[in-house]
């Protein structure tokens, strides 16, 4: 019992350590105070993130073929850029790549 009270403890000290730093800017600063550049900035930071946790895995998705993996990718990007429907992009790229391994 006494193991598990110290696991306990240990993981509520680590869920307050990580919401500490989401909550402080919350509380300290005023999304109106912010320079319009800044937001801007901010604006952009979840595509960036979600491109970086994307495209590594996309380019290796498909370890015997590079070509097919880019080949996906790029259909993801346009449909995603043209149609702005990421449900539409997800189901024509994952076509596309059992379309394209059907064929080689």
């Not at 320079?35 to 491109?51: D, M, N, R, T």
């Not at 290796?60 to 990718?73: H, K």
Request: positive net charge.
């Amino acid at each position: 019992m006494y193991q598990m009270n110290n696991i306990l403890v240990i993981v509520l000290l680590m869920a307050l350590v990580t919401y500490i730093p989401r909550l402080l800017p919350l509380v300290f600063v005023k999304a109106d105070k912010l320079p319009e550049k800044f937001k801007l900035f901010l604006s952009y930071i979840p595509f960036a993130v979600l491109g970086a946790l994307i495209i590594p895995d996309g380019l290796t998705g498909i370890p015997d073929s590079l070509w097919i993996s880019v080949t996906v990718l790029a259909v993801a990007a346009l449909v995603s850029w043209y149609k702005n429907n990421v449900i539409l992009a997800f189901v024509l790229s994952v076509a596309a790549a059992w379309g394209l391994q059907s064929l080689f």
